[in-house]
Every structure is written in C-alpha cells, then in structure tokens.
C-alpha cells in the first residue's frame, strides 16, 4: 500500500436484501488527517463507516489497512454505554477490551469537558455521553478514529472544543480521522480531505483545497453556452444574466467574472448532479 495512506477501499458494495446502500466504492484515506464523510441521510455514511469499521461484512470489494500494528477506533450515532455504569466504570471497561490504553489521555478528555467520573452514564446529558464515547475511543490510541456525525449531540461551544481537542489529537498522535456529516458549514477548518457519497455511489473525492480550486462560478450576459470548456455543474439563466458552476478554472474576458465556489455550493452542485444523472 502506498506510503501516507491509512486506509484503502477497492470496490466496496453493501446491500441490505434489496436495499442497494453502497455501490462500487473506492478511495483512499490521507493518513494523519482529518477527512469529512459527507452526504445528505440515507445516502449510506453509517454504513460505509460501519464496514470500515469491521462491524459489518461488505457485500462485495474490500479494505485495506497499512501491514503492522493497527488499530480503528468506531464512534457510532447511537453511543454503546451501560447505563448503570459510571464513567470510571467505562474507562475501566475500555481499558480490558483495548490491547492498547491510554488512561491519561481518557481522563484529560473527561476533564477538559467537566463529566464527573463517578456518576452513572444513564444520568449524564446526551453531550456529555457523546464525550464519554470519544473518551474511550481516544484512550484506545487508534490508528483511525471513525466518527458518525460525532457533533450533532453538542451544543456550539462543545462542538468547537471538540474539534479543537480532536485537531491536536490528530497532531500529537499522528492519528487518521474520517468523521460523517450531513452539515457542510461543520467542516470549515476541521476537515481537509473530502469524501461525498450520493446516494450509496461515491460522487466526488480529494482534498478540499484541491477540489475547490478546480471549480469555479461563471457568471455573465445570459447565454446557452458556457463561456469556458468544461463540465458544467450547474446553469441558472436569470433576466439577461446566466451563472454556470463549472469544472475549470480558465480564465475569462469581460464581461464574463470568474469567482471561486464555496465548499457548500460544490457539494449541493455535485449531488445535484449525480441526482440528475440517476435519474
Ligand atoms: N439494517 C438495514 N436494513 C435495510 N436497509 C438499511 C439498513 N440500514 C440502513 N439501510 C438503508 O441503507 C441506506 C443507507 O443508510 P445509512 O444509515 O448508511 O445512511 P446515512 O447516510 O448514514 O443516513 P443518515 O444521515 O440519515 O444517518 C438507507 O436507504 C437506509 O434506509
């Protein structure tokens, strides 16, 4: 496997009965980076990360892990705690069902979020359960930290202490993040790397910075045409105007403007398309 990748999906395919939920699947992941898993629900995320995760058999293709010591770390939506059990309980737990453990950085996590260590996981808010779960799975010392949509249970100031926590566990541990969501506007300066799903077929891939370069919006006198070679994303003609996202960053002559797109407007334009295509 190629140096600098955590991770490799050839051909990945999972169908439930009929349900077709993933569809020819292949990328690589950046090691020691943070990439966004994004796509709208149902588009198939919790099942991609729950077969990366081993806790579900592809129906076809495979995954590939660097050789040597490796471990993946799966932070699910539905977050496992035993109720009854205290958060010490469940560091406990972790540090018996990990081959690897690292209790300090478990119990910096817990601090750094104010959950007492000694109150049962059944009684702790929806937030500072989630924290319990990245605080086992950060003292497991993964290789690759899997997280479905690991923000949406916290409140805003959670949510920038979390990524700000995850960002330099990324750095000092050298660990490799794929986190799920279906908020764009999450990712600003959390992720680098970009994975969008539609529905099941992965629709575009690569790093953001890469991606948004390679894309522009056009905008000029309404005309059929696009005024650069190109695939065009998307075309509006409104009143005497016409806007096109395109697939190109060539330059254009007046009265034509070229301006950089938005990672938002990329991603809606590209599952836009695939829809389109789909259909
Ligand atoms: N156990 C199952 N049996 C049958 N179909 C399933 C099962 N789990 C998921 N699906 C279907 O597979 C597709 C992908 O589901 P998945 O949960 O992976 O999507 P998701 O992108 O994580 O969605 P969300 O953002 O809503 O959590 C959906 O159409 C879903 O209904």
């Given at each position: 496997m190629t140096e600098g990748i955590a991770l490799a999906v050839e051909g990945l395919g999972k169908r439930y009965r009929r349900k077709?939920?993933?569809?020819d699947c292949s990328f690589e992941l950046p090691a020691g980076r943070v990439s966004a898993l994004v796509g709208m629900n149902g588009a198939g995320k919790t099942t991609l990360l729950s077969v990366l995760a081993g806790l579900l058999p592809p129906t076809e293709g495979r995954v590939r892990l660097p050789a040597g010591e490796r471990r993946i770390a799966f932070v699910a939506q539905e977050k496992p705690l035993y109720?009854?059990?205290?958060v010490r309980d469940m560091l406990r737990l972790g540090s018996k069902l990990n081959?690897?453990?690292d209790q300090q950085r478990a119990l910096d996590w817990l601090a750094r979020f104010d959950v007492p260590l000694d109150r049962p996981c059944g009684k702790l808010s929806g937030g500072q359960q989630a924290q319990v779960s990245f605080a086992v799975a950060i003292g497991s010392r993964p290789s690759v930290l899997l997280l479905d949509e690991?923000?949406?249970?916290?409140d805003p100031l959670a949510r920038r202490e979390v990524v700000k926590e995850l960002l330099s566990a990324v750095v000092d541990t050298d660990m490799t993040v794929l986190m799920s969501t279906?908020?764009?506007?999450?990712l600003s300066g959390v992720a680098d790397h970009l994975l969008l799903l539609g529905d099941g077929e992965l629709v575009l891939s690569g790093d953001v910075d890469d991606l948004l370069a390679a894309h522009r919006n056009y905008a000029g006198p309404?005309?059929?045409?696009?005024?650069?070679p190109g695939e065009v994303l998307v075309a509006s003609h409104v009143g005497g105007q016409s806007t096109f996202l395109m697939e190109s960053f060539e330059p254009v002559a007046a009265p034509w403007t070229a301006r950089p797109v938005t990672l938002e407007d990329l991603v809606l334009a590209r599952l836009e398309n695939a829809r389109a295509v789909a259909a």
């Open positions: 077709v939920a993933l569809r109720r009854h059990f205290s081959t690897v453990w690991p923000l949406s249970n916290l279906h908020v764009v506007a999450e309404r005309s059929e045409r696009p005024p650069v």
